[in-house]
């Protein structure tokens, strides 16, 4: 009865140990990869124990005072040493379907691709590179196939069963090579077929674009004769269809020579391109500046004058006189000198009229320069008024006064960039911060240089601003910004005083033994300590350096601190020299 019990023990721990190793070997394959040969050496070594395991044991085994039957032990570890032996086939098997699916994906794709018909050169180049590394390619797949063979050698030695899906796409990607091989030789054909057809094409393609360009060398030939200014819009249009034509011929042009290079061809030359874009240049130049000047001059002399933008009607009105100036001593054609002529002439009329337009777009002119300009004038003139234009201030004769009204302007700028400096020291400050670092229950403060350097800097332009002649209009709040610079100035050194002061005596008055003996000095630094702390923690909620130094008797509180602790300091000089007498006695 014993012996019965043993054999069965054995029995289950064989299999209860079937599942786990099994999961275990699946687990080892999947992550450290054995090659083939391992995977073949393993399987013999299994099914050599299998063998070991039949012939080592006995059915049963008689002992004096038992009897060990073995049979059930002996065939659980045969059962899982072919459950372990299925494992490794059944994970060759999927990974041979895996494999032979990818191998025979690749193979349509390239039997799709060689049979594609080109509809552009740069298809059919790519198409015939694909094709002629055809052989090479099948190559490649048919080497990769090999192991998909040796794979399958493995699992038919060892007798594990192969679905008939898996058998089909084996042999379905065995013939795959022959199919290709077949439609290759068809597809050069092909191939060279498209490529006399395209190189046809070219030619056909490149005769067009000359006979192109040979028709828009006389159109342009013919802008010669375009002499109506008054049909500015019409000939633009004109103008920029031609613009338009040249750049589409360019670009065929362009691709053109790709495709010669793609089919080994000679590159076409084109020097024709070269010589109607030299001649199309003076006349696309000439009627651009009509167009631009028909647009913009309108502008100029009826808009409303100080919406127009003085430095840009300057630049353009000079930039377009000296072109067209130059195109019209160059110009071939009497008719397009003669429109030169006239938009020449019509610039230079105009350019007369452009420190008006700069002195009365000036943004430093305010209602008092308005009213200086107006009394000159003898006339209201009002810059918001949509209907003061250039012609309209030259009706009243505003050219007359042009000396008196530059200065008036120039007074006005020289005011306006005082305003600009005030208005950039106030923004800069606006956003400076003091620096500080906790220190016990409170703040203390730190990095003060760059407050203190910027502060220099804008006390010393200010008074600078001060003394210039133009201050008057924003003088008050000159001398205000001064004042509270000065103000700033005199608090941060007040407060370093009193910062450096109070961080030497709080570790001292923190000890009760001095607070009792030196009662009225440690009453007078409770003060000061309070003030410090409630100032400290203001700053370090909001440390806008003009936002903490406009808080109400800031600068007067660190004054009487610091006499306070001037108060505080010679006390405790006395009670330490009286200390030190009474240690030397």
């Given at each position: ?14 299999e ?50 038992l ?27 999927e ?14 794709v390239?039997?799709?691709d ?7 050169t ?5 198409l015939?590179s ?29 007798f ?17 090579p022959?199919?290709?091989?077949e439609?290759?030789?068809?597809s050069l ?17 490149n ?10 060398s ?36 362009a ?17 024709q391109?070269k ?37 840009a ?27 030169a ?9 105009f ?8 002195a009365?777009c000036?943004k ?39 000396e008196?009204?530059?200065e ?9 960039n ?41 006390i ?22 001064d004042q ?15 910062q450096?002061v109070?961080?030497y ?36 909620e ?12 800031l ?9 306070r602790?001037?108060?505080i ?17």
């Amino acid at each position: 009865g014993e012996g019965e019990e043993e054999e069965e023990e054995s029995a289950e721990d064989a299999e209860k140990g079937d599942g786990d190793d099994d999961e275990a070997e699946e687990e080892s394959m999947n992550s450290t990869g054995p090659t083939l040969q391992e995977f073949k050496a393993e399987l013999v070594q299994i099914y050599k124990d299998i063998d070991e395991i039949q012939g080592l044991s006995l059915n049963e085994i008689q002992f004096p005072l038992l009897r060990v039957r073995c049979k059930s032990a002996r065939t659980g570890l045969i059962k899982k040493a072919v459950s372990k032996a299925n494992v490794i086939l059944e994970y060759l098997a999927e990974t041979n379907q895996s494999e032979c699916g990818r191998i025979e994906e690749s193979f349509k794709v390239l039997f799709s691709d060689i049979q594609t018909k080109s509809d552009t050169t740069e298809q059919m180049t790519k198409l015939k590179s694909i094709i002629e590394g055809c052989p090479q390619r099948t190559d490649e797949l048919m080497k990769e196939f090999e192991n998909v063979s040796a794979r399958t050698a493995v699992i038919s030695e060892f007798f594990h069963p192969i679905s008939n899906a898996d058998f089909e796409l084996y042999w379905k990607t065995y013939s795959w090579p022959k199919k290709i091989f077949e439609v290759q030789e068809l597809s050069l054909q092909r191939i060279h077929e498209e490529q006399l057809n395209f190189m046809a094409q070219l030619e056909r393609s490149n005769e067009n674009v000359n006979d192109n360009l040979d028709i828009y060398s006389e159109e342009v030939d013919r802008f010669g004769d375009f002499d109506n200014i008054d049909k500015v819009d019409e000939t633009y249009k004109i103008i920029e269809s031609m613009e338009k034509k040249i750049a589409d011929a360019k670009k065929q042009i362009a691709l053109n020579q790709s495709r010669e290079l793609l089919l080994h061809r000679p590159k076409s030359i084109w020097p024709q391109l070269k010589s109607l874009e030299k001649n199309f240049e003076p006349f696309k130049l000439l009627w651009t500046i009509a167009e631009n000047l028909s647009s913009a001059y309108p502008e100029w002399t009826d808009g409303q004058l100080t919406a127009l933008d003085p430095e840009a009607v300057e630049e353009n009105s000079e930039t377009w006189y000296r072109q067209v100036n130059k195109l019209s001593r160059q110009i071939p054609s009497e008719s397009s000198k003669k429109v030169a002529n006239i938009i020449k002439q019509k610039l230079d009329d105009f350019r007369s009229n452009i420190p008006i337009i700069s002195a009365l777009c000036n943004k430093g002119l305010r209602d008092r320069h308005w009213a200086q300009i107006s009394a000159l004038v003898g006339q209201t003139i009002d810059p918001d008024d949509i209907a003061m234009s250039l012609n309209s201030l030259l009706q009243i004769n505003v050219a007359e006064h042009m000396e008196k009204i530059q200065e008036i302007s120039d007074y006005a700028r020289k005011e306006h960039n005082l305003e600009t400096q005030l208005e950039n020291m106030q923004s800069e400050w606006k956003i400076t911060q003091f620096d500080v670092k906790e220190h016990g229950v409170t703040y203390i403060l730190r990095g003060l240089d760059p407050i203190q350097e910027l502060l220099d800097d804008h006390i010393v332009k200010t008074q600078g601003m001060r003394a210039s002649s133009f201050v008057k209009a924003i003088e008050k709040d000159v001398k205000e910004w001064d004042q509270q610079l000065q103000n700033i100035q005199d608090i941060i050194e007040e407060w370093l005083k009193v910062q450096s002061v109070w961080l030497y005596l709080e570790p001292i008055f923190s000890s009760a033994d001095i607070v009792r003996q030196m009662p009225t000095e440690s009453a007078e630094f409770t003060i000061v300590d309070a003030l410090w702390k409630n100032v400290m923690k203001s700053c370090a909620e909001s440390p806008y350096v003009l936002q903490v130094c406009t808080i109400e008797n800031l600068l007067r509180g660190f004054r009487e601190s610091n006499k306070r602790l001037d108060k505080i300091m010679k006390g405790l000089n006395q009670y330490l020299e009286t200390k030190r007498l009474f240690f030397r006695s």
